[in-house]
């Protein structure tokens, strides 16, 4: 049972709102940044910034892997939406250690305190972000996408470091002559925590890039839906690497020996659609049948 077209398709069009949204917020926290000097709600405004080519490649991940497989990538394209998931932890990473720059590039200048309204474009970032980021990890859950997931961690940061911008703004505006430089040290703790969250989605793209094996809890739902076919008496083996939204699956399943081929074929193929039909987050599954060591071979066999 594969996922849903109409998934997909709601996967794709947060997506691509969070570009539009990313877009909105970069353009009025840049300029406000800009026009009431601040240095915060400028290092929010580049962090949204990025955020737009980061949805923008989180979207043309999710448009490649919705592909359905051909003769050329028999296992689909969903590799293509981990690597947007990687090439979104790259953009974090890097974008976090230019903010940290920029912000403190003045922290010893002397000028005046930013205006007020500046707290404005962070109170509808937090506003804006939080909703954004509730939709993408519902969505991004339901199918299984790790680069909508990541686009949702890096919505959820967006709402830290605003709120780490506003306090800090908050401040300088409370005492200038005091919190003069909290406003940069506020932009500098934001590109912190933008370099933190991009590398933890990068180290969790490269999990599933190296076919790590999914967590034993779903290890567990294949071999008891396995088990669940008649004809099944154990499991010798069972592997999974995430191919994109989906997992393929290699399964050993033990028959009894004294069957024929045409009949453990049958098993094999009951066991597939099983899998299949009990676990949407399960592509395919490749089944190998082997001799169960529960029952006596027949007389003259030896060992494969």
């Known amino acids: ?17 969070g570009v539009g949204v990313s877009a909105l917020l970069a353009a009025v926290n840049l300029g406000v940044g800009l026009a009431a ?3 915060s709600v400028f290092a929010v405004g580049a962090e949204f910034l990025g955020d737009v080519l980061a949805s923008a490649v989180v979207l043309a991940g999710m448009l490649v892997a919705s592909k359905p497989p051909d003769v050329n990538h028999p296992y689909g394209h969903g590799r293509f939406e981990l690597l947007a998931g990687l090439a979104v932890g790259v953009l974090l990473a890097v974008g976090g250690a230019g903010i940290c720059y920029r912000s403190l590039q003045r922290l010893d200048a002397v000028h005046p305190p930013p205006e ?3 707290v404005w474009p962070l109170v509808a970032a937090i506003f804006l972000r939080s909703i954004m980021s509730t939709l993408k990890f519902r969505i991004g859950k339901r199918i299984g996408s790790e680069s909508l997931m990541a686009d949702a961690w890096n919505d959820a940061v967006d709402i830290l470091s ?6 800090a703004l908050g401040l300088t505006l409370y ?4 919190f003069l430089t909290a406003d940069h040290f506020g932009g ?19 999990l599933h890039l190296m076919d790590t094996m999914p967590p034993p809890t779903l290890v567990a739902e294949i071999r008891r839906a396995a088990l669940s076919v008649a004809g099944v008496h154990g499991i010798e083996k069972c592997f999974a ?9 290699d399964l050993h399943v033990e028959v009894d020996p004294r069957i024929t081929v045409w009949e453990s074929h049958e098993i094999a193929t009951e066991v597939r659609f099983r899998i299949r039909e009990v676990l949407p987050w399960v592509a395919d599954v490749l089944v190998h049948i082997e001799p169960s060591p529960l029952v006596k071979p027949p007389a003259g066999a030896t060992d494969g």
């Open 241 to 249: 690497r995430r191919t994109g939204l989906q997992y393929h699956v």
């Open 1 to 17: 049972m594969a996922i849903e077209p109409a998934d997909y398709r709601s996967g794709r069009l947060v997506a691509a709102a």
């Open 162 to 167: 605003a709120m780490a911008a506003l306090v």
């Open 175 to 178: 005492d200038p002559v005091r």
């Open 116 to 118: 007020a309204y500046a």
């Open 37 to 39: 000097g601040s240095s």
């Open 188 to 206: 500098f703790a934001v590109g912190l925590v933008v370099i933190f969250i991009g590398l933890r989605v990068m180290r969790d793209s490269s």
